[in-house]
Every structure is written in structure tokens, then in C-alpha cells.
């Protein structure tokens, strides 16, 4: 799958095409690998070129952490992912045919890559588990957590909270004694309040965000973990306690548009002395196996639930983007790849 026009605004489909191209010969040290699933993340949108950027390198990557991820790509370039699959053929001494891996870049079924930048994953993994509540929405929703520190009492809102991140986000509240307020809209406000355990959820389709958390939050938020930025970050941002701390995750309503010239008001950050912290995962990496071992075990005693929505093709993918993008995805969205070719 590549990028044929630079979107503007939200994508369509008409920004994308599927194509075949030979599988490239392996160098030393690269594997060979099927792809069967592929995530769908709304950070993807920050990968497609924009209608000002200037042309860059075809295949041009930047390596952070222990994924490739494309580097803003010009128009006919592929785009980043992250992918399960099977190894086909292995010029590395880890891996070997059959085995089953984590990792990859780029939409396409097939993937040469070297063997520094995969994961291996057990034969009887869920492969949607492994993108998902076990994989990196999984890992960024702890670390932000840990982050947050929300303490029993405290009363803690999650942004996008039906979203890959935000249920868990919420749900590791719940577990920390906090009282948990979503936003979110339609079917999903009332998802994470009736199967999630979420105290209250602002239907966001249906009121406006500020008098929503002024109806579920009337003393005031504590902690705000912002996947969304935009007005709802704002909205968030205004109600924050004194001492509050806003854990700036995702901004997925500002991908689409060029970056605002304007931040938060400093002025109540001084005078309610907040704090707001921004992070990425890739700066979490070495807790990857602490928070997996944690993540676990809740999934497994039924502490955390999670839910996806699986497209089925390659060429379902750009839908699948614009549809996550749009706010319209329920749960984690994988793309299965089983039968593509």
C-alpha cells in the first residue's frame, strides 16, 4: 500500500493504492516474514505527508527504538505499521523459519527487515493481543499511568476512552481507586461505563465536553489523560485541580490540521502549580517486560477487558485509517491479512 496524493486534512481513499512488487533478496542480518495482522494506529496520520512537504528519499526510515517507522514520506511512498507474522526465511542466527514475530514497518504482507528490529512472540500468542492490550497500546496506557499517579479518590478523565489506549487507561484508574470519567461518543460512552467499569462517560455526540465534565467532575478533575488535544484538551485543561496533572498521550484531533500556534494558558499552571507532561513510549522501552508480566495477569484474571474491530485485507486499510481517524472505530483496530496477496 502507498501514498499517491498528500492528504489534506482527513485522508481518503483516493490518497492511497495497492501495488505488487517483488519481495527484495535478504542481506545478513535481515528476515524474511509474513505479515497475518497489522495494527491501525491514529498516529499514522503524523506519517502521511502533508500537501506543503517537501519530497524526501523513497524508503527513507527513521529507527526509533525497536521499530522502523517511515520517515514523514513523500507522495508514492509506503506507509509505517506494526504488524504480527510468520518468519519465512531467516539470515539472522535468532530467528528461523516458523517462527512467529512481532514488528515490521511498512503496509505490505511481506517484509524483509533486519533481525535487530523484531520480537519474537509464542507460537500460541493471540495475534490481536499482541497489538493490542499486550502490545503498544497496552504499554503506552500503563506508562501514562504510572505517570499520572492518580491515588484512590481522585478523580481521573480519559480522552478517546473507547479507544486502543483509553480503555486501558481508564480501567488501570478504576484499579488505582480513582474515580474514572471517560469521553468518548455513541456506542462507546456507554461501553466503558456498563462493560469497562468507568464511573461516568461524556458522550461527546451528544454534549458538549465542558458541560459534560462539568456535570460528571462538579469539583474538578485531578488527573486528565489526553489522547485527543483539540477543544476537549482545552475543556479538560480548564477543570484541572489544583495540583492536577494533564499526561499528554495522543492528540489525534489536531492530526489532521496544521499544529496550533497556541498552547495552554500558563497562568493556571502557576497558580494551581500543575503539571503537564508529554511522553512517547519508545523512551519506555526497557519496562517493556515489567509492564507485560503486570498487563498479564490482569487480562488473564479479567481485572482489564478489551475488545477490537478486525478489517480483513490490505485494501481494507485506508478505510480502516480514515474510520479510526474519524472516531468511528470500536475498540482496537487490527487489519487481518490472513488471505491477502
Not at 502521511?48 to 512537504?53: E, K
Not at 509505517?80 to 530467528?95: I, W
Request: with cysteine; proline share 7%.
Amino acid at each position: 500500500m502507498r501514498v499517491v496524493r498528500a492528504p489534506k486534512g482527513l485522508p481518503s481513499a483516493e490518497d492511497f493504492e495497492l501495488v505488487s512488487q517483488p519481495v527484495p533478496r535478504l542481506a545478513a542480518g535481515d528476515v524474511l516474514f509474513e505479515a497475518t495482522h497489522m495494527s491501525l494506529d491514529p498516529v499514522m496520520r503524523r506519517y502521511l505527508p502533508g500537501p506543503d512537504d517537501a519530497p524526501g528519499p523513497i524508503g527513507g526510515t527513521a529507527r526509533v527504538g525497536d521499530i522502523a517507522m517511515a520517515a514523514t514520506p513523500p507522495p508514492a511512498h509506503a506507509l509505517s505499521g506494526a504488524f504480527v507474522g510468520t518468519v519465512l526465511e531467516s539470515r539472522h542466527p535468532d530467528f528461523a523459519a516458523g517462527d512467529r514475530v512481532r514488528g515490521g514497518h511498512l503496509w505490505q504482507t511481506h517484509h524483509v527487515v533486519p533481525g535487530t528490529s523484531l520480537a519474537t512472540i509464542p507460537q500460541d500468542a493471540d495475534p490481536l493481543d499482541e497489538l493490542g492490550v499486550l502490545g503498544g497500546p497496552g504499554l503506552v496506557a500503563w506508562c501514562g499511568m504510572r505517570i499520572a499517579a492518580v491515588r484512590p479518590g481522585e478523580t481521573l478523565v480519559v480522552s478517546a476512552a473507547g479507544g486502543a489506549i483509553g480503555m486501558v487507561a481508564g480501567q488501570l484508574g478504576k484499579a488505582a481507586g480513582a474515580r474514572v470519567v471517560g469521553i468518548a461518543s455513541g456506542e462507546k460512552a456507554e461501553y466503558v461505563v456498563h462493560e469497562l467499569g468507568f464511573d461516568a462517560c461524556v458522550d461527546r455526540s451528544t454534549t458538549a465536553v465542558a458541560d459534560g465534565l462539568d456535570e460528571h467532575c462538579p469539583e474538578g478533575i485531578d488527573a486528565y489523560f489526553d489522547n485527543v488535544g483539540g477543544d476537549t484538551g482545552t475543556a479538560a485543561f480548564d477543570r484541572l485541580r489544583e495540583h492536577g496533572r494533564y499526561i499528554l498521550c495522543g492528540m489525534a484531533a489536531e492530526y489532521n490540521g496544521p499544529e496550533s500556534a497556541v498552547g495552554p494558558p500558563l497562568r493556571p499552571m502557576l497558580r494551581k502549580r500543575l503539571r503537564l507532561e508529554g511522553f512517547v513510549v519508545y523512551d519506555h522501552y526497557p519496562e517493556y517486560e515489567v509492564f507485560r508480566s503486570e498487563m498479564r495477569e490482569l487480562y488473564r484474571s479479567g481485572s482489564v477487558r478489551y475488545r477490537y474491530e478486525t478489517l480483513h485485507g490490505l485494501d481494507a486499510a485506508p478505510a480502516g485509517l480514515i474510520r479510526l481517524l474519524s472516531g468511528q472505530n470500536r475498540g482496537k483496530m487490527i487489519v487481518d491479512l490472513t488471505g491477502s496477496g
